[in-house]
Nanobody, 125 residues
Framework: QVQLVESGGGLVQAGGSLRLSCAASGRTFNSYAMGWFRQAPGKEREFVARISRSGVITTYADSVKGRFTVSRDNAKNTVYLQMNSLEHEDTAVYYC??????????????????WGQGTQVTVSS
């Protein structure tokens, strides 16, 4: 089992940057692909980015491609989401999640096995 804790959220002006972190417990962190999702008020949880176990393969939602970068440090059991050129529409609670299935790139929240509690990101326009 994996426990995930996000941090790094906050209030930022449009055009600014934030870096989210997700720290994982356990010794099997590198067995999981990791994803970032977000949920705005009144909306469904949506896929943001995913990174493979090794960190070599990354996948992004079209809405964040070119602005967000997902990375991981398996020695530190941590996955990151660097968010640049933030827009008001990026305002949401951001969650990290772990996926035991590492073969197929999956974007549905239903396919992920473990979740953090979320961190709020607010972008003022």
């Amino acid at each position: 089992q994996v426990q995930l804790v996000e941090s790094g959220g906050g209030l930022v002006q449009a055009g600014g940057s934030l870096r989210l972190s997700c720290a994982a417990s356990g010794r099997t962190f590198n067995s999981y692909a990791m994803g970032w999702f977000r949920q705005a008020p009144g909306k469904e949880r949506e896929f943001v980015a995913r990174i493979s176990r090794s960190g070599v393969i990354t996948t992004y939602a079209d809405s964040v491609k070119g602005r967000f970068t997902v990375s991981r440090d398996n020695a530190k059991n941590t996955v990151y989401l660097q968010m640049n050129s933030l827009e008001h529409e990026d305002t949401a609670v951001y969650y990290c999640a772990a996926d035991r299935n590492t073969v197929v790139v999956r974007r549905s929240p239903n396919d992920y096995d473990y979740w953090g509690q979320g961190t709020q990101v607010t972008v003022s326009s």
